[in-house]
């Protein structure tokens, strides 16, 4: 479950309850704008919006809200360094606004639309379908300035094979909140053992595969042919990430296999596709087991989707 199905799930199961916003950071901040966070009644939360330290904060300004039923705008500001003695001991070096506003209707969140937070002028959350929205951004809308973003749906992973060595991907995966499927090519075997709940899909129906855009597939079948058949199917497709588990050596020559196939387009004319496979699949963190081997797996995943180069940050500038 992704931190916006959390905090849905809760409104769902809540009295009355609060939703806080970050809409705007200037210098650091532990969450950049859009991260959000619900409080209930009960007092209890789903969300993370910051490090702890202005949770006693944020909980007496959602009770007012509660109460109230209208909503507010806080501004933590901790660029003085006096602020970590006098203030709330942040030590962030930043701006931050947090809109608080009445859980009152939060389908939205679970929608994937396009959604206008505003904290100067109407205050609230409101569906925003005025025009399209490439990038998370502070705009003027008719209802005020306003936070505006597209919520995307959660990643989807597409997991070819269902060995041991899956169990820790899924579960990392599944953590960070993606939408994981796993499809098994083996003939379903009674006396095989069962590590992962698995869908079965003969090689010879990969062609009816749904592959959504920008899902990352990583292949793990740990056999030739049915990495060869995967390949055919994974590669035209429009999937961001393309992931083979085994040496460089072995998916040379599942490509020049696939080169060799007469009835395949050709390596030549597969640049593109080519540009997302990566293999041997993974960062380089020295990894040895299964769970590193899964570490590495999804980090990588995570570097193609957020387009970074997977640094060290103390290597950086500045974070933000």
């Not at 931190?3 to 809540?14: G, M, P, Q």
């Not at 705009?139 to 505006?148: K, L």
């Not at 080169?259 to 699949?281: C, H, K, N």
């Amino acid at each position: 479950m992704n931190e916006r199905d959390a905090i849905y799930h809760l409104w769902k199961h809540s009295e009355k309850s609060a939703l806080a916003t970050v809409v705007e950071v200037k210098g650091s901040a532990y969450r950049r704008p859009g991260a959000r966070m619900l409080l209930t009644l009960d007092g209890r939360g789903a969300g993370v919006i910051n490090g702890g330290c202005l949770d006693a904060d944020l909980h007496t300004r959602a009770q007012m809200v509660m109460e109230s039923g209208v909503a507010q705008l806080a501004c933590y500001d901790t660029t003085s360094s006096q602020d970590i003695v006098f203030g709330l001991g942040l030590g962030c070096r930043g701006v931050v606004k947090i809109l608080i506003e009445p859980g009152e209707n939060l389908d939205w969140l679970v929608q994937n639309e396009t959604v206008a937070v505003v904290f100067e002028g109407q205050l609230g959350s409101r569906r925003f379908n005025t025009q399209a929205v490439e990038r998370p951004q502070i705009m003027e809308t008719n209802w005020g300035r306003a936070f505006v973003e597209r919520l995307e749906p959660p990643q989807v992973l597409l997991i070819f094979g269902a060995g041991a060595d899956v169990v820790p991907l899924e579960i990392m995966s599944r953590t960070l909140g993606w939408n994981v499927q796993i499809i098994d090519l083996r003939a379903p075997n009674p006396a095989r053992p069962v590590f992962v709940s698995s869908t079965f899909m003969a090689p010879e129906y990969l062609g009816e595969l749904a592959i959504p855009d920008n899902a990352a597939c990583v292949i793990m079948t740990h056999n030739f042919l049915h990495d060869l058949e995967l390949l055919k199917r994974v590669l035209p497709s429009s999937a961001a990430y393309i992931g083979i588990l085994g040496p460089r050596r072995r998916t040379d020559e599942l490509l020049e296999q696939l080169g060799s196939d007469t009835l395949w387009p050709g390596i030549a004319s597969m640049e593109q596709q080519l540009s997302r496979l990566f293999a041997p699949v993974g960062l380089d963190l020295g990894a040895e087991t299964p769970e590193e081997i899964a570490l590495a797996i999804v980090a990588e995943i995570q570097k193609v989707k957020r387009g970074k180069t997977a640094g060290s940050l103390r290597e950086q500038g500045s974070i933000h």
